[in-house]
């Protein structure tokens, strides 16, 4: 199978309007919470869309559940943290729909690991996140 290129979107507007219903989570304060720039979301976006073209079957590229016929996922994915030292294992995570039909990713959370920081997503938010997958394969069906 032919690696594909993903387009990530960083818009927080247009993830709000499009998935705060299903979403647990708020692009806007984890950005605030994690002082991070335009800059340094251009970067994570960069980085998110070169995993995924890699694909989802490596540490730093997890597809956690797939939906129905697998069009859509919703993927760990780890990035470097430019602004703490470390490489991807102690550095940002990033929760990402992504879209396999029309080759998009859609940021949803971005959190640190490590350095005493969040670990992981909550079961609660597991759950959100494979129901926000279904909708979504159902908005593009």
């Known amino acids: ?32 919470n994690q002082k ?13 869309a070169d995993e995924m073209y890699y694909g989802f079957d490596r540490k730093s590229c997890t597809a956690v559940y797939w939906g129905k016929k697998r069009k859509a996922n919703y993927a760990k994915v780890r990035v470097v943290d430019l602004t703490r030292s470390g490489g991807k294992s102690s550095g940002i995570r990033c929760i990402v729909l992504v879209d396999e039909v029309n080759c998009y990713g859609y940021l949803l959370h971005i959190y640190r690991h490590g350095h005493g920081e969040k670990d992981n997503i909550s079961r609660k938010e597991q759950n959100k996140l494979e129901s926000l997958v279904e909708a979504y394969i159902n908005s593009i069906e």
């Open 36 to 48: 991070l720039e335009e800059n340094d979301l251009q970067n994570i976006a960069c980085s998110i």
């Open 1 to 32: 199978m032919a690696n594909k290129k993903y387009n990530v979107v960083i818009d927080v507007e247009k993830i709000q309007e499009n998935f705060a219903e299903y979403s647990p989570f708020n692009l806007e304060r984890d950005i605030k």
